[in-house]
């Protein structure tokens, strides 16, 4: 007889059918709410893990010149990262990495253990270096592209450009200010990868495309440009200066077409650069602008009614303010007003600014925007100041009135300067002008608007007039050439030491615009600390003049021939040459000097020692191609200021090649004229001269040699 289970067997049985039932429902349901309520985070949970976001970097846009030229371009190249966790020897793996990308082996290892998703090991590496890593096939080292500046043109424009940093972000220049609409937006590609860190080939990897950048376009011309970079190249070679700035601006619209600055940098290797290189001049530093300023008050003056072109006003060569004598530079006598500002006379000008009075002063020193920003798109502008209005004395406006114990950038004085040039309105400097996408379709014009009108333009006319003959006949006259019809001011000031004001070291400074009866360009020079002379008159207004002659042939402005110019062509009846070639006077007595420019159809005025009998230095220099008539301004002295003096070695007897090697010994240089053996020079031996002037050394074949022909007959 079968016994059927017990009372109890049957209740473990039912117990134990119940806990998998149960267990089952939770296990049902804890699958459900996995599936279903938490389904989608564990499943993106689950290919973060398999799979890593590798960012794509956006194209940083184009600048380019008002013309089209690159002047910023963005290249691809390789940047590898690595994958922590699917690195399998990172010891190993280290050391190779170091060994070819040239990086620290303790460096790459930390980089390589970190407890992180991605690490950079190295961004942006060249082609060799990239090819060189991809053939190591190493587990959790990938590559992805992205975009290196790259600034074709070197050096050219530097201080406008700027330059933009390993992340591509703009880190000064346009590239700073228009950083947003340059740099795009950045994209991401997600890469998936097996157990053993290997990236799964046929895997849909999700691709989030960036958003590139548009390009900017410049007001800058890149020609004007290299004009205004080799004229700051010959200015540091002749006057070693602390620094220097040559602006060229449209004084109509504020379009900056030209703007350098020196000492400069390759934004291409910026870090190679003391940061001090970087800092721009032109609008970062104020500085004493001396008589560069005296239209300024001449504007104001005329303007107000004050003084009027009949006015007349008498230097003795100081005036006493407040028991302060204040000097000129000269004694001129009797002037007119036109005469004040020809002559630059610091006493007509402290009369008219007394004249003026305080109030009306300070009202046009800030309606011309001398107080303020100007609004330039450049980084680090910064602000003129002066004695704040409430604290001025009379001694103080009669300083100011002649450009001392204020201070103004650069950029601010050339934009009061434009109000002269333009009829009388305030305009705006800038450098860009549009943005454009890829398909070179305008996407953004910038705005930039014209301010209101300050001085009338009666009053602009009649100032030009006065600055015109600053430079035909007054201290600006190097720089004149017939036809060109240039205006402009010089500027010498003395600098700030310490809180007082210094006679050992200035700064020279010419602005001026042409034609001056209308005209489309102004340009402002500014040299600080120049060695040896330090008049605005010579160091800067040469430099004015060469980049105005350069700039009316690339604009094809036509010259304008007053009666009294010569030589001029007249009517085809004589041959005048276009350009002739300044002589080499270095070292001639003044007479021979004098001479030698006349017959080569320049003029030539005398600067330097009083009693100097010999010309230690010339402007234009030797060899410079310029219009006839231009002036040439000799430096003379016993020697050149600052300059050592040596003794003309005797060459007679030598030939050309020794004679050059025993000057070249003595730091002198030569010019050689005919062949043979010397027979005469100049400066002749035992002369005392500045080293580096140039010997003229005449050569003659030596009698009975196969080279003298004299006894020669036909066959």
């Given at each position: 007889m079968t016994r059927l289970p017990g009372i109890g067997?049957?209740?473990?049985?039912?117990?134990?059918l119940t806990c998998f039932f149960v267990f089952s429902v939770v296990l049902t349901g804890r699958l459900a709410y996995l599936q279903f309520v938490r389904g989608a985070e564990l499943r993106e949970r689950a290919f973060n893990i398999r799979t890593h976001e590798v960012p794509v970097e956006a194209k940083r846009g184009v600048i380019y010149d008002r013309n089209g030229r690159e002047l910023a371009i963005s290249v691809n190249v390789d940047s590898i990262f690595a994958v922590p966790a699917e690195v399998e020897d990172p010891p190993e793996t280290a050391r190779k990495l170091a060994d070819v990308i040239g990086l620290d082996y303790e460096w790459v290892l930390e980089r390589l253990t970190q407890n992180q998703s991605f690490v950079w090991v190295?961004?942006?590496?060249?082609?060799?270096?990239?090819?060189?890593?991809?053939?190591?096939?190493?587990?959790?080292?990938?590559?992805?592209?992205?975009?290196?500046?790259?600034?074709?043109k070197g050096t050219l424009a530097a201080h406008v450009i700027g330059f933009a940093g390993i992340d591509s972000q703009g880190l000064d220049g346009v590239e700073y200010i228009y950083d947003r609409e340059l740099r795009g937006s950045p994209g991401w590609i997600v890469i998936e990868y097996d157990a053993l860190g290997r990236e799964i080939p046929q895997a849909l990897h999700r691709y989030i495309p960036p958003t590139d950048g548009y390009d900017l376009y410049l007001t800058i011309d890149e020609v004007v440009q290299s004009m205004v970079e080799r004229e700051l190249d010959r200015i540091v070679a002749l006057h070693q200066p602390k620094k220097a700035t040559i602006i060229v601006m449209d004084p109509h619209t504020g379009e900056i077409l030209g703007l350098g600055v020196r000492?400069?940098?390759d934004p291409n290797n910026y870090a190679d650069y003391p940061p001090s290189t970087w800092r721009n001049f032109a609008v970062s530093d104020t500085y004493h602008p001396g008589s560069t300023f005296k239209p300024i008050t001449a504007i104001a003056a005329v303007e107000e009614g004050v003084v009027d072109w009949n006015s007349r006003f008498s230097c003795g060569g100081s005036l006493v303010v407040e028991d302060r004598t204040i000097w000129c530079h000269s004694t001129h006598g009797g002037l007119d007003l036109t005469g004040v500002i020809e002559k630059s006379c610091n006493v007509g000008f402290m009369n008219i600014g007394l004249r003026l009075g305080k109030e009306r002063f300070y009202r046009y020193y800030r309606a011309l925007g001398l107080d303020s920003l100007t609004g330039i798109d450049l980084p680090g502008e910064a602000e003129g100041f002066t004695i704040p209005q409430e604290q001025c004395r009379k001694v103080d406006l009669a300083v100011m009135s002649f450009g001392q114990t204020l201070a103004v950038t650069p950029i601010e004085l050339i934009r009061a300067m434009a109000v002269i040039a333009n009829g009388g309105y305030l305009v705006t400097p800038h450098v860009a002008k549009e943005f454009r996408d890829k398909e070179g379709r305008v996407v953004t014009v910038l705005d930039w608007p014209v301010g209101p009108q300050v001085i009338s333009e009666d009053t602009a006319r009649e100032v030009r007039r006065a600055m015109e003959a600053v430079v035909k006949t007054g201290t600006g006259r190097v720089a004149y050439m017939p036809g060109y019809r240039l205006a402009g001011k010089t500027g010498t000031a003395q600098k700030t030491v310490g809180g007082v004001v210094s006679a050992d070291v200035h700064v020279a400074s010419f602005c001026g615009f042409g034609p001056a009866e209308d005209p489309r360009i102004i340009v402002l020079v500014v040299v600080d600390e120049p060695k040896g002379s330090y008049y605005g008159g010579v160091v800067a207004a040469p430099a004015f003049g060469?980049?105005?002659?350069?700039?009316?042939?690339?604009?094809?402005i036509p010259l304008v021939y007053t009666d009294e110019e010569e030589p001029r062509p007249r009517d085809g009846d004589r041959d005048v040459p276009d350009e002739v070639t300044v002589p080499d006077t270095v070292g001639l007595p003044v007479g021979e000097a004098l001479a030698a420019l006349r017959e080569a159809g320049v003029r030539a005025a005398v600067a330097g020692d009083v009693g100097g009998e010999v010309v230690v230095r010339q402007t234009p220099g030797p060899g410079a191609e310029v219009p006839p008539g231009t002036l040439v301004i000799l430096e003379v002295g016993e020697g050149d200021l600052g300059a050592e003096l040596v003794t003309v070695p005797s060459v007679k007897g030598r030939s050309v090649a020794d004679a050059a090697l025993r000057l070249e010994q003595a730091g002198l240089h030569i010019r050689v004229e005919g062949s043979g053996i010397a027979v005469a020079q100049a400066p002749a031996a035992g002369a005392a001269v500045p080293r580096g002037t140039t010997v003229t050394v005449t050569f003659e074949p030596p009698p009975g040699s196969s080279s003298d022909l004299s006894g020669r007959t036909g066959p």
């Open positions: 067997l049957r209740r473990r049985i039912l117990f134990l190295k961004r942006k590496v060249s082609d060799e270096v990239s090819k060189a890593v991809k053939l190591l096939q190493l587990p959790g080292i990938g590559f992805t592209q992205e975009s290196r500046r790259v600034y074709p000492p400069t940098y060469r980049l105005m002659r350069d700039l009316y042939r690339y604009y094809e």
